[in-house]
C-alpha cells in the first residue's frame, strides 16, 4: 500500500531528496511508524515529497511527477502557510504575491486532479500557526484560509485534521507554545510526534477502508 506525504517545510522535515522513500525527521517518519506499527503484518511504501518553501502553486506545478505518477493508495497534504507568509517579504520566491482566491483555486486544482486522475484516498491537514509573538501578523489571514482549507477538505477529501484546533487543545497542558514549536510554524520532535499521532488515528479508517 502507498502512502504519500505531500507538502512543504513542514511535511519536508530535512529529507533526502535524492531518495523520496526518505522520510526526514519531521512528522511524516513517526507517522510511518505508528501505522506500520498500527498495521504490522501489511506491507507499505511511504513516499515524503514535502519541499521546504513551497507554496500552493509550486505544490500544484510538480503534482503528477511528486504524486499522481506514483498512484498512491492514500495523498495527504499539508500547505498553505507559505502562500500567506511570502506576501510580508521583499525577496520572496514566485509568486511573491497571491490572493485568498488564487490560493484557493490552487488547492482546488491539487485536490480536483488527484480525486481525477489516481483512486487514493484524500487525506488533509490544516495549516497552523502556534501563538508565537514574532509570527503574530500572520494570524488573521490565516484563519481565513483555514476556512477556505476546510470548505475544501469537506469536498474533496476523505479525512481532515484540523491542526490548529488540536494544537490549542493540547497547549493548555503544556508549558508554552514553544514545548511544540520554537517558530510557531515548524515543529520540534515534540510537535512532529503530535502531528503524527493524529496523522495515525485519522489514516486507520481509510486503510480499513482500501484493505476491504
Known amino acids: 500500500m502507498r502512502i504519500l506525504f505531500q507538502g512543504d517545510s513542514i ?7 535524492r531518495n523520496y522513500h526518505n522520510l526526514g525527521n519531521g ?10 506499527k498500527a498495521f504490522p503484518t501489511q506491507t507499505f511504501e511511504f513516499f515524503n515529497f514535502g519541499v521546504a518553501g513551497n507554496p500552493t502553486a509550486r505544490v500544484f506545478e510538480r503534482l503528477y511527477h511528486d504524486g499522481i505518477f506514483f498512484q498512491p493508495d492514500v495523498f495527504s497534504i499539508l500547505v498553505g502557510i507559505n502562500d500567506i507568509y511570502y506576501r510580508h517579504l521583499t525577496n520572496a520566491p514566485m509568486p511573491i504575491l497571491t490572493t485568498d482566491e488564487q490560493i484557493a483555486a490552487n488547492y482546488r486544482a ?8 489516481t483512486n487514493a484516498k484524500i487525506l488533509v491537514l490544516s495549516p497552523y500557526l502556534l501563538d508565537c509573538e514574532d509570527m503574530a501578523f500572520l494570524r488573521p489571514e490565516l484563519e481565513r484560509l483555514q476556512i477556505t482549507v476546510h470548505a475544501l477538505a469537506d469536498e474533496f477529501a476523505d479525512a481532515y485534521i484540523p491542526l490548529d484546533r488540536l494544537f490549542d487543545a493540547a497547549l493548555k ?26 496523522y495515525c488515528e485519522a489514516i486507520k479508517p481509510l486503510i480499513n477502508a482500501i484493505l476491504r
Open 110 to 117: 491539487i485536490l480536483s486532479n488527484v480525486k481525477k486522475h
Open 173 to 198: 497542558t503544556q508549558p508554552s507554545p514553544q514545548y511544540y514549536s520554537k517558530d510557531g510554524i515548524h515543529p520540534n520532535e515534540e510537535g512532529a510526534k503530535f502531528i503524527a499521532k493524529h
Open 11 to 17: 511535511t519536508d522535515g530535512g529529507r533526502d531528496y
Open 27 to 36: 512528522y511524516p517518519k513517526y507517522a510511518a511508524e505508528l501505522i506500520q
